[in-house]
């Protein structure tokens, strides 16, 4: 059969065409329905609205009374809140979902796990070399390094290399560490005196504020 033209051009839409229902590939309805505020992906963290295809969900959450809900009347509810029905664990029967705004929801997950990853960060050793010899150009140059490894959350090991008779100045040696951990006072703390191991001498350095392993 065919469909009318609109004076001027166009088709007219065929009755029960328009109106109500989820937008294809949005995250919601249209007019009488979710506004159009988040467009998922095709492979989303979490089914939400019209993705949610099971019959019944358990509704979790503060703006909810908890208990097991139709979908589609959990769908209405987060309707009328203006926000999403998020599903959070699909493993279980009836999925657990909450009604909340998702964008927000990904976002304060992102941030979390963000802070999580920086608190377990793995501090690493880094290496300061200097010789009994050291001048102070080469001094400051590597004390801005052993500055920088520490505010970062590095440990630093500084130690002086004697090569042959250099081996007989070691005093010189242990007061430069020394001075070096005079330089670094601001940034970290000098874990032990200066030692000497095989024909160097070493001293580790901490990040300020953390204790002592």
Same mark, same amino acid.
């Given at each position: 059969?065919?469909?009318?033209? &609109? *004076? ?6 065929? *009755? ?21 505020? =988040? /467009? ?13 295809? /099971? *019959?019944? #969900? ?7 009374? /908890? ?18 029905? /998020? %599903? ?33 960060? #793995? ?8 010789? *009994? ?7 400051? =140059?590597?004390? &801005? ?5 520490? &505010?970062?959350?590095?440990? #630093? ?21 020394? &001075? =070096? ?9 000098? %874990? ?22």
């Amino acid at each position: 059969m065919a469909v009318p033209q &609109k *004076p001027g051009g166009g088709f007219n839409r065929p *009755p029960g065409a328009g109106g109500g229902g989820f937008r294809p590939g949005g995250g919601g309805f249209n007019k009488g329905g979710f506004k159009g505020r =988040f /467009v998922p992906r095709k492979e989303a963290e979490h089914r939400i609205n019209h993705f949610i295809r /099971v *019959p019944q #969900v358990r509704l979790v959450g503060d703006n909810v009374e /908890v208990g097991i809900y139709n979908t589609q009347d959990a769908l209405r509810m987060a309707q009328d809140q203006q926000l999403d029905l /998020v %599903e959070i664990s699909p493993q279980v029967d009836p999925p657990v979902c909450k009604i909340i705004d998702y964008n927000k929801f990904l976002y304060d997950k992102k941030k979390k796990e963000k802070e999580m990853k920086a608190k377990s960060k #793995v501090s690493e050793v880094k290496e300061i070399r200097f010789t *009994p010899n050291t001048d102070d150009h080469d001094f400051d =140059f590597k004390a &801005k390094h052993a500055e920088s490894f520490l &505010k970062d959350g590095n440990k #630093v090991k500084a130690y002086v290399q004697f090569k042959g008779r250099a081996i007989q100045f070691q005093e010189r040696g242990q007061l430069l560490l020394l &001075k =070096f951990a005079e330089r670094l006072a601001e940034a970290g703390i000098l %874990e032990s005196m200066p030692k000497m191991e095989g024909r160097r001498m070493l001293a580790m350095f901490a990040p300020k504020g953390k204790k002592k392993a």
